[in-house]
Nanobody, 118 residues
Framework: VQLVESGGGSVQAGGSLQLSCTVS????????MGWYRQAPGKEREMVAI???????GYGDSVKGRFTASRDKPTKIMYLQMNSLKTEDTAVYYC?????????????WGLGTQVTVSN
């Protein structure tokens, strides 16, 4: 499985960006897909996870501002980020085949940088 993120960049606080994640290879329907981020000096943080039924869960810091979605036929995952804050600055990673380690083999993209400035 290969994942490639795109859409990162620099934006001013209050602005918006949309990230995309193109997935190639086998993605198990019963596993989870998701977006995570890692800021300098901090641990990787869950941003959004998408279940096999397309239900979405969000990290507390992005609720109400970010929207994650997936298009199963094209195997593309999206992260719409609105009302961006400087604390959203991080490298954003998409992941596939997450969840139950006895059934799912996680795969990650290389990440895309998002920088939010005042």
């Amino acid at each position: 499985v290969q994942l490639v993120e795109s859409g990162g960049g620099s934006v001013q606080a209050g602005g918006s960006l949309q990230l995309s994640c193109t997935v190639s290879g086998y993605v198990a329907d019963y596993c989870i897909m998701g977006w995570y981020r890692q800021a300098p000096g901090k641990e990787r943080e869950m941003v959004a996870i998408i279940g096999s039924d397309s239900t979405v869960g969000y990290g507390d810091s992005v609720k109400g501002r970010f929207t994650a979605s997936r298009d199963k036929p094209t195997k593309i995952m999206y992260l719409q980020m609105n009302s961006l804050k400087t604390e959203d600055t991080a490298v954003y990673y998409c992941g596939a085949n997450l969840g139950d380690r006895t059934k799912c083999s996680p795969a990650w993209g290389l990440g895309t940088q998002v920088t939010v400035s005042n």
